[in-house]
């Protein structure tokens, strides 16, 4: 089975973020061609990185670190839920991302991205030049939220449609295929 980890991007009080993040987690449940997993940054609650050694030695020295590492490891592919901050990647994100090198490689990444009219393309755009440093593909099916607080129902709801629905199951179908092709590849290269 594919195991595809949907990681949120943000801690902030009051954050959106956790809601596409909660509403892509329930549509990849259904599916029978993977076993999804929402990691939620705010309870994993990393430090702002405390590791004396760069992650490239595989020298962890903190307990967060060792549990962050296996927790990586396992998965298969990756949904990032990003919010985009000053054109660029949102800080908590990049710092789990950061803690690790090896636990990333050969393995593809989407985007549920969210801002104003440009819908967090830019971070997304930054992502991808991190993905390819370390070893991740990332794909380019992705579903994009503009002006999020537009849809926001009077609960602050999101009020996702049939459109987002149908990018969703797009993205996830691409991300389990090249989720097992780089499972298949990665053991190859174990044995090596």
């Known amino acids: 089975m594919i195991r595809i980890k949907i990681i949120t991007g943000s801690v902030r009080p009051g954050r959106f973020n956790i809601q596409p993040a909660t509403w892509i987690y329930e549509i990849a449940k259904k599916r029978i061609d993977m076993e999804a ?3 939620d ?3 994993i609650n990393l430090p702002f990185l405390d590791e004396s050694v760069p992650p490239s030695q595989r020298q962890y020295s903190k307990g967060h670190t060792k549990k962050w590492s296996k927790i990586i490891k396992e998965a298969d592919g990756f949904i990032f ?3 985009e901050y000053n054109h660029g990647v949102s800080p908590v994100l990049k710092n789990a991302v950061d803690y690790l090198f ?7 990444v989407s985007f549920i991205s969210y801002g104003s009219l ?3 393309s830019r971070a997304v755009e930054h992502w991808r030049g991190i993905a390819a440093e370390i070893k991740m593909y990332d794909l380019r099916e ?3 939220l503009s002006n999020y607080w537009e849809n926001l129902d009077e609960n602050g709801k999101y009020q996702f449609n049939d459109a987002h629905e149908k990018s969703a ?3 996830l179908d691409a991300l389990t ?3 097992r092709k780089m499972k298949e590849a990665r053991a190859e290269l174990q044995k090596q």
Not at 102 to 108: A, G, L, Q
Request: no cysteine.
């Open 169 to 171: 199951n797009t993205m």
């Open 41 to 43: 940054l705010l309870n």
């Open 142 to 144: 992705q579903v994009m």
């Open 102 to 108: 090896y636990e990333w490689h050969y393995k593809p």
């Open 81 to 83: 839920v990003t919010p």
């Open 118 to 120: 440009a819908a967090g």
């Open 177 to 179: 295929f090249w989720a």
């Open 37 to 39: 997993e929402l990691l």
